[in-house]
C-alpha cells in the first residue's frame, strides 16, 4: 500500500472563469483566448480577451495572484519592456 497521493496522468485543458463589464455574460474561456500582458506598472500590467457572447474587447487588471494563474494555465504572456 502505497502513501502517495495519486496523480492524474492525463490533465484536461485549463478553464479560466470570466465576465465582460459591457454586457454581464459569465463564461469560461481557455487559455488559447486569453492573453497577457506584463508591463513595468500595474496600470500596464492586464489581461484581455473577447468576450463570446458580445465581441466586445475586454481589458481587466492583472495582480500577481492572477499573473500566476494565468501563466500556469498557459495563457500566452507578453512582456513590456521600458524604452528609458
Given at each position: 500500500?502505497?502513501?502517495?497521493?495519486r496523480v492524474p496522468?492525463?490533465?484536461?485543458?485549463?478553464?479560466?472563469?470570466?465576465?465582460?463589464p459591457d454586457c454581464g455574460a459569465?463564461?469560461?474561456?481557455?487559455?488559447?483566448?486569453?492573453?497577457?500582458?506584463?508591463?513595468?506598472?500595474?496600470?500596464?500590467?492586464?489581461?484581455?480577451?473577447?468576450?463570446?457572447?458580445?465581441?466586445?474587447?475586454?481589458?481587466?487588471?492583472?495582480?500577481?495572484?492572477?499573473?500566476?494563474?494565468?501563466?500556469?494555465?498557459?495563457?500566452?504572456?507578453?512582456?513590456?519592456?521600458?524604452?528609458?
Amino acid at each position: 500500500m502505497s502513501l502517495l497521493p495519486r496523480v492524474p496522468t492525463q490533465v484536461g485543458p485549463v478553464l479560466f472563469k470570466a465576465g465582460c463589464p459591457d454586457c454581464g455574460a459569465r463564461f469560461e474561456l481557455s487559455a488559447g483566448s486569453l492573453r497577457l500582458a506584463i508591463g513595468a506598472s500595474r496600470r500596464t500590467t492586464f489581461y484581455s480577451f473577447t468576450c463570446p457572447e458580445c465581441e466586445a474587447a475586454v481589458r481587466k487588471p492583472a495582480g500577481e495572484r492572477i499573473i500566476e494563474l494565468l501563466t500556469g494555465g498557459g495563457v500566452r504572456t507578453l512582456r513590456l519592456h521600458s524604452t528609458v
